[in-house]
Each structure stands twice: as C-alpha cells, then as structure tokens.
C-alpha cells in the first residue's frame, strides 16, 4: 500500500517540528510539506494531494478553520485534522461540522496522535490504493488564438485513440468557451450545473454531466450564460476537476487565454501544464512573461511543458535560438495545417481522428504517446509557494531568475 502522505499547516515552527520527529517514526507515513500560513498551505494541499491535513484552529483568526472547510470540500477523500489549544464545545462543533475527522487538543498528545494516524492508516478505503487519481493536464497560454483549444480537444481524442481508458475533456473557458462547437456536440449539462449540485455528486455520477463525442472522449462543456459562467468560484472549479479526477484516467483542460484567479487556481491543482505558444514575436513575447510567472510560483520544470504550435522552420525565427533565449526546452512541435485542422473542426471531428494519416494528426499521437508515457512525476514535496492572494502571487517580487 502507499504510503499515508501527510501535511502540516501550522505558525508555530515548534509543533511543526515535535509533529514531523513523531510521525517521522511511523513506518508507512511520510511529511511531504509543512507550511505556515494557510495561502501556502492550501496551495500546497492542491498540488500534492495528501491523504491527512492538520491544521492549526482557533488562532488569531478564522483562517485555519476556513481551510479546514475548503479542504474537505475540495478533496472530501482527505482526512483533515484540526489542532487547537481551545478546548470551547462551540470550536470543536464548529470544526466537526466543517468536515474535521479529529479535533486534536495543543499541546498534542502523542498517543492521541497515534491514534488518529492509526484510523486513517487501517480505513478500508485506502486498500488498493485508495480513490482513483487521474491525471490533469492543463492546456493554457497568456495570448490568444493560438491553438489552445485545438491542441487539448486533439489530446484528448489523441490519449484515447492511444488506448487511455477514460478521458474527459472540460472546458474551463467559462465566459468564451468553444470546446463544445470544436466537437458538435449539444450538452445537456455544463460545468455550471456540476458546480452547483457538488455536494450531491460523487465519483460514480459524475459522468452523467459530461457529454459523450464519438471519438470517445466525455465533454463537460462551458456555461450557457456569461451569468453562469461568473456565478462558478475558483473553489468550485479546483472542486469539479478533483471529482472528475476521481473518474477519469485524463482529464484535459482547456483554458481562457490570461490568469485570472480561477485560472491560477487550476493550474495549481494541475499535473501537466502545456504552455501553447507560436512562433512568431507578439506570442513569444508573451510566452517569456507567462514563464516568468510559472517562475515566480516556483512550479517546477516538470510540470510546466512549452509546446509550439503551426511550427514551420521556414518561419525566419529558429526554435533553437529562442529556447536558449527564453531558457526552456519545447516538449513539442506540432506542423501547421489549417485547411485540415479547419475541416476537423468544421465536422466535428478533430483531426487527429479525422486525417489519421496526415503529418498534423501524427505528430498528435506521438505526442500523446510521450505524455501517456511518462510517469507521473510527484510535484516536489512542500514546494515552497509565494504567499498572498492571487494578485500579488502575480506582482509580488520576483524570488528566483
Ligand atoms: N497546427 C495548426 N495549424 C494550422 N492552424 C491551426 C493549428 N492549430 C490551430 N490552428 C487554427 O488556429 C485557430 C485558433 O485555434 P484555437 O481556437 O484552438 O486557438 P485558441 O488559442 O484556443 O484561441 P482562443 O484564444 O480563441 O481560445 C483556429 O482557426 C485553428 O484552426
Ligand atoms: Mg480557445
């Protein structure tokens, strides 16, 4: 069995430490982050996923129990533990109610600790494995019309026709959304109605929100109404793609060109985040900013994957020169073909299933041979994150070049 990966949100740095020398001691148990605010906290819960959480409660304010609540919401398969040195009947309601499985009294108690990890190690639910966990790879670039949702709704055609069991491809440009009109479909469900019926659906039925194409994808597709799409929070749509992970071997996501705050909170839930991009200076300039903010929340080289889109070496600007340039290496190059990426889109069929024998359709399989390939790389552990709301995780001061 896996091991039961744990992370710990907590101002004080000495209960940080007596929790890490304890449980460091438990076989089958493993710290993979601490934080000390919870911003940094939530982030890193995001993007590693644990199995526990324990969070500090009743502080200065309510940010503790509020994560405590957004966690459980977010990713109910995790077990969160509240700690707190206020023994008030109201506190502990409070945290019960907000989805807390312990209330941990400070100073903690080893046995009681032991206690609480010992549940969560021998719940049945964890054997085999635990809840499936799809990948999410994200499909996104800071400009405009280059390709972005063409290369996610072929990817997912693509990781199918490359034997992927289920993969589901959502639309997550909510005011401008076209993932459904690429592919001809008429939904009877969007990323609305799942947002709003969260608390009702589970693993097992979430599928029936999602539209099925005949390539075999399933579509959950954007709002009908600009007024739907602004009613979805960030925290609703971090909530719809964990559930969708939960049923999907894949889950491809298209994005609105630009990071706006939900944005930002999806790329942080992410696996893989293919950067789109031309070459051609008006984007390539905007690609150099978009990596320089990938920098600056410290996402690692692996998770962050530059792809050049309608690549003709004829263009006059040489991909070699740029990527020394702009110090990245392209994960991949796809050929310029309109006629036959219109046509795909024209009838509904992406090309990669349409033109199978074409050059463009076949750099899409073996592009999606290499993602499928890979092994998926667990994001370094307690990556440190840049504090703040999202503003100024964009503005703040750059940490690293
Ligand atoms: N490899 C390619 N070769 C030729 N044309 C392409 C290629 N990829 C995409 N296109 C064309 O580029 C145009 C824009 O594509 P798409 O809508 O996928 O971009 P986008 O980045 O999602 O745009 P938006 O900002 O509107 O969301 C489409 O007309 C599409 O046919
Ligand atoms: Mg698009």
Same mark, same amino acid.
């Given at each position: 069995?896996? *091991? ?33 605010? $919870?911003? $940094? ?24 129990? %509020? ?11 995790? !077990? ?6 206020? %023994? ?48 999410? /790879?994200?499909?996104?670039? =800071? ?34 959304? =076209? ?34 194409? !005949? $390539? ?90 530059? /792809? ?10 040489? /991909? ?15 050929? *310029? ?53 999202? /503003? ?10």
């Amino acid at each position: 069995m896996k *091991n039961l990966r744990i992370i710990i949100v907590d101002t004080d740095d000495l209960t940080r430490k007596a929790i890490h020398t304890h449980l460091s001691g438990f076989a089958g148990v493993e710290i993979i982050g601490e934080a000390k605010d $919870t911003v $940094t906290g939530h982030r890193m819960i995001r993007q590693n996923r644990p199995d526990v959480v324990l969070v500090e409660v009743g502080g200065l304010d309510d940010s503790g129990m %509020k994560l405590a609540a957004e966690v459980h919401r977010e990713m109910p398969q995790v !077990a969160v533990f509240v700690t707190s040195s206020h %023994k008030n009947p109201d506190l502990i309601l409070k945290a019960m109610s907000s989805g807390a499985r312990e209330f941990l009294l400070r100073p903690i108690e080893i046995h009681v600790l032991t206690q609480a990890i010992e549940k969560v190690l021998k719940d049945p639910s964890r054997a085999g494995g635990g809840v499936r966990r799809g990948r999410v /790879l994200t499909f996104f670039s =800071n400009k405009g019309g280059v390709g972005t949702t063409t290369l996610a709704t072929n990817t997912a055609a693509g990781l199918v026709m490359e034997g992927a069991s289920a993969v589901g491809l959502v639309d997550m440009d909510l005011q401008l959304g =076209n993932v459904a009109s690429f592919l001809n479909l008429t939904p009877t469900y969007t990323v609305f109605d799942l947002a709003s019926q969260l608390d009702k659906v589970n693993a097992s039925t979430v599928e029936s929100f999602l539209t099925k194409h !005949a $390539t075999g994808i399933s579509v959950l597709a954007e709002p009908r109404t600009p007024a739907e799409a602004e009613a979805i929070t960030p925290s609703q749509a971090a909530s719809a793609l964990d559930l969708l992970r939960s049923a999907y071997e894949y889950v491809v996501v298209d994005t609105p060109k630009g990071f706006d705050e939900r944005t930002l909170d999806i790329l942080d839930l992410s696996d893989e985040i293919f950067v789109v991009s031309e070459l051609s200076l008006p984007a390539l300039r905007n690609l150099k900013k978009c990596l320089d903010v990938f920098r600056d929340l410290q996402y690692s080289k692996t998770r962050v994957r530059v /792809l050049i889109n309608r690549h003709d070496p004829r263009g006059g600007i040489r /991909l070699a020169d740029i990527e020394q340039n702009l110090r990245f290496d392209a994960f991949w190059s796809f050929p *310029n073909d309109f006629f036959r990426i219109m046509n795909g889109i024209n009838t509904g069929s992406p090309v990669v299933a349409s033109s199978e024998e074409s050059e463009i359709a076949r750099s899409i399989r073996q592009f999606c041979r290499k993602v499928a390939g890979r092994e998926a790389e667990a994001v370094a552990a307690g990556e440190g994150a840049p504090r703040g709301g999202y /503003l100024k995780r964009l503005f703040g001061k750059r940490q690293e070049d």
